[in-house]
């Protein structure tokens, strides 16, 4: 059976870890590799093994041997090179956050939905076996608190994706992404967000407290940061079960279940069965059954959490 065709839509540091990582599963291939350089796009290629490259990104959604554009660009970039991919009829797996903004989302959204093409967010934590395990379990009863956190020394620099407008920069769309998606996975919607937080010279949100309050007194505490070293683990407590997941909780390695009666379980991921893997392994899964949407990552989840984080850095008063 033909290999499912990959088309790498950037050359920076995740379209090279998730570019080998697709290159080593069997029943896929890297195609080709698509670039703003002819060059930088000639070189990835030739590390992952692509017949094919090209200097810009619209000739990389043309090519009839990609099935499947994988967009790597920074988060205001996503809906530029997703656009001519569904325009194309190619499925696209879009790394996290799906845009830079909720209307550049939205629009994505729509525009695959009108195509009946597959459109996916890379959110891979969704697709770790652990956080599989623990949304699965039900001894958790009725889940009353979440809390979490993903943040790191970024060294300032207003030029460099992480703080600047022009590339969708800040803590919150980069890094408090995944405490929100853990919290919208657990919880869903909620009734009232909290938010406090600092903004970097360049405008952009340096960190972000939310505060995520729900229906019968359920919440989740989150926090996010480009300038200090956070725990980045997780805790969540239900009324019959408790799971520690530690750093990093997005790409958990393990994690203990305790609980009135339970004694502590330690669960260790399978190094094979990796976040990217299982990611990528549903994507070909989803097209194999001609779905235009991943039952693990719904579109409608990653639009939630686009809105979610919208809210919040609009009462940041970030740029
Ligand atoms: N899932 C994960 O674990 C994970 C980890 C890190 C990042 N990400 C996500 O992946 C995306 C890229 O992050 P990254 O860390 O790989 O960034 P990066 O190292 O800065 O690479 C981004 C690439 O995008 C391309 N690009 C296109 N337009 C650009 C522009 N206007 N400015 C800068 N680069 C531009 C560039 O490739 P060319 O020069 O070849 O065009 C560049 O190499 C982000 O949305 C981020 O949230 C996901």
């Excluded at 205001?76 to 799906?98: D, M, N, R, T, Y």
């Excluded at 989150?222 to 407590?237: F, H, I």
């Excluded at 669960?267 to 893997?277: A, F, W």
């Amino acid at each position: 059976m033909k290999k499912l065709g990959w088309g790498i839509a950037a050359t920076g540091g995740i379209a090279r870890t998730v570019g080998a990582v697709i290159a080593a599963e069997p029943g896929m291939r890297v195609a080709a590799v698509g670039s703003r350089d002819a060059g930088r796009a000639a070189a990835l290629a030739a590390e992952l093994g692509a017949e094919r490259s090209y200097g810009s990104y619209a000739a990389l959604c043309a090519d009839p041997e990609v099935d499947v554009v994988y967009v790597a660009t920074p988060h205001a970039q996503h809906l530029a090179v997703a656009e001519p991919a569904i325009a194309e009829g190619k499925a696209v797996l879009c790394e996290k956050p799906l845009a830079g903004s909720l209307a550049d989302a939205e629009r994505m959204a729509k525009l695959a939905k009108d195509a009946g093409v597959f459109l996916m967010e890379a959110m891979w934590m969704r697709f770790n076996p652990l956080i599989r395990r623990l949304a699965a379990d039900g001894r958790f009863g009725e889940i009353r608190s979440v809390q979490a956190s993903f943040g790191f020394v970024a060294p300032y620099d207003p030029q460099h994706r992480l703080w600047n407008p022009a590339t969708a920069g800040g803590a919150v769309l980069d890094l408090g992404v995944y405490p929100l998606a853990l919290a919208h996975l657990l919880l869903g919607e909620p009734e009232a967000l909290h938010v406090t937080g600092t903004l970097a010279p360049s405008g952009v949100d340096a960190e972000a407290g939310m505060l995520l309050t729900y229906a019968g007194g359920a919440r989740a505490l989150l926090e996010t940061s480009l300038v200090s070293p956070m725990a980045n683990s997780a805790t969540v407590v239900g009324t019959g079960l408790r799971a520690d997941l530690p750093a990093p909780f997005w790409a958990p390695g393990r994690m203990v279940l305790s609980g009135p009666g339970v004694e502590p379980e330690e669960h260790v991921l399978d190094p094979s069965r990796g976040g990217y893997q299982e990611q990528a392994r549903e994507v070909a899964a989803a097209l194999a059954e001609g779905r235009t949407e991943s039952e693990v990552m719904p579109v409608a989840d990653s639009l939630a959490v686009m809105r979610r984080m919208e809210e919040v850095r609009a009462a940041l008063g970030a740029a």
